[in-house]
């Protein structure tokens, strides 16, 4: 077999059950196209804009919860709005559904203690932060950043060197994890 999505975790089933359950198709409400673009395997999240190309239109943003490439391909959006259309009390030429656009931030740090391990553990933290707070239109707060380096197993100082500003989310971008640059700790070491 090829093509298709890896299995659903069982968490991630959960909340969408969860979700569909509380919330019950109203005839068109931005919750319906969220709840239909996740209906889709391999879509686990998705943003609803009003007008978003003239009165009447409604763009649907969807994204994977793939931490390096959460931007799902052209074969899985044209999926998703193949399923709304029917369900959708918007005419075919008013729904646009597109994947969101990723936007890399990269980061330098200096660990006091610094090992292969180490840097697995922070590179999984940051992953999971960019999952955890990424939001169109938000922002990844650099306190964030460092507090995610701190939670890696075997971590035990770090300089946090880029970024050195909140960095700001546009309308349709998602965070994703940059390149990792590895700097010198300046410090005592732990």
């Not at 996740?38 to 686990?44: F, N, R, V």
């Not at 005419?91 to 697995?120: C, H, N, Q």
């Not at 553990?121 to 932060?129: D, F, G, R, S, T």
Request: glycine share 10%.
């Amino acid at each position: 077999m090829t093509g298709g999505a890896d299995t659903e975790e069982l968490e991630t089933w959960r909340a969408r059950v969860m979700e569909r359950y509380y919330w019950i198709p109203q005839g068109g409400a931005d919750p319906d196209y969220v709840i239909w673009a996740k209906e889709i395997a391999g879509i686990t999240r998705a943003w609803t804009f009003r007008h978003y190309k003239g009165t009447g239109t409604v763009g649907v943003m969807v994204a994977t919860s793939n931490p390096v490439n959460p931007a799902p391909g052209d074969e899985l959006v044209k999926a998703v709005r193949d399923h709304i259309l029917p369900l959708a009390p918007v005419a075919g030429g008013g729904l646009f559904v597109f994947a969101a656009t990723e936007k890399s931030i990269p980061v330098t740090v200096a660990l006091a203690k610094d090992t292969p391990e180490i840097r697995t553990a922070i590179i999984a933290e940051l992953n999971a932060l960019m999952l955890r707070d990424g939001a169109p239109s938000g922002k990844i707060y650099v306190s964030r950043i460092s507090e995610a380096i701190s939670l890696a197993t075997g971590e035990v100082a770090h300089q946090l060197r880029v970024p050195t500003a909140d960095v700001v989310l546009e309308k349709t971008e998602l965070p994703v994890l940059g390149n990792i640059t590895w700097a010198t700790y300046t410090g005592e070491n732990g």
